[in-house]
């Protein structure tokens, strides 16, 4: 059983930065990013393995990095459709591109990230 716990959540205006952080108590081979609108369903934010891969939606202002038992989320030049609960997510699956909450074993408890405009 691996536990995630997200960090770094917070209130920000347009056009600003957060970056986000979630610890993993052990190795896993894939980790990814989603976020979960009120009323609308969980969705893709990023994933690294041994690459990364990004939703349409943040491309080119959100970068997922990993150091060891470490993921984060920097997240530049916010918008206010930005607005979520993000979840860091781990699994064991040993391609890439995992994009889809079911190819993933463990969750955390999420973070709220409000971009106000």
């Known amino acids: 059983q691996v536990q995630l716990v997200e960090s770094g959540g917070g209130l920000v205006q347009a056009g600003g930065s957060l970056r986000l952080s979630c610890a993993a108590s052990g190795r896993t081979n894939a980790m990814g990013w989603f976020r979960q609108a009120p009323g609308k369903e969980r969705e893709f934010v990023a994933a690294?393995?041994?690459s990364t891969d990004y939703a349409d939606s943040v491309k080119g202002r959100f970068t997922i990095s990993r150091d060891k038992n470490m993921v984060y989320l920097q997240m530049n030049s916010l918008k206010p459709e930005d607005t979520a609960v993000y979840y860091c997510?781990?699994?064991?699956?040993?391609?890439?591109?995992?994009?889809?909450?079911?190819?993933?074993?463990?969750w955390g408890q999420g973070t709220q990230v409000t971009v106000s405009s």
């Open positions: 690294i393995s041994w």
């Open positions: 997510a781990a699994g064991w699956r040993s391609g890439s591109g995992y994009s889809a909450p079911y190819e993933y074993d463990y």
